[in-house]
């Protein structure tokens, strides 16, 4: 049984930084294969950060292109978010995901969520 569980989220003035971190167990997932997402109240879940098929490399979303980085610890089958200069409206719960075919879009598995909030 696949299980993803995230940690590390809180509460952090804007500036600040957090760094989440998502563990996963049942399957061992590529780079390629993890991604995280948010949902903020009142929106839609939308993608944030993720990895490539070709060359190892990572891709995100342009809000948050250049304050978040995701890596990954294959030792420990983690990966995680580090986020930069925080602004309120990064607040929202943060969601780690993998995908079990990283040759189709949609992800297969998904954590429970953490939550970020980032005060003025």
């Known amino acids: 049984q696949v299980q993803l569980m995230e940690s590390g989220g809180g509460l952090v003035q804007a500036g600040g930084s957090l760094r989440l971190s998502c563990a996963a167990s049942g399957r061992t997932f590529s780079s390629a294969a993890m991604g995280w997402f948010r949902q903020a109240p009142g929106k839609g879940r939308e993608f944030v950060a993720g990895?490539?098929?070709?060359?190892?490399?990572?891709y995100y979303a342009d809000s948050v292109k250049g304050r978040f980085t995701i890596s990954r610890d294959n030792a420990k089958n983690t990966v995680y978010l580090q986020m930069d200069n925080l602004k309120p409206e990064d607040t929202a719960v943060y969601y780690c995901a993998a995908r079990s075919n990283i040759w189709l879009p949609q992800y297969d598995y998904w954590g429970q969520g953490t939550q970020v909030t980032v005060s003025s």
């Open positions: 990895g490539r098929r070709i060359g190892n490399s990572t």
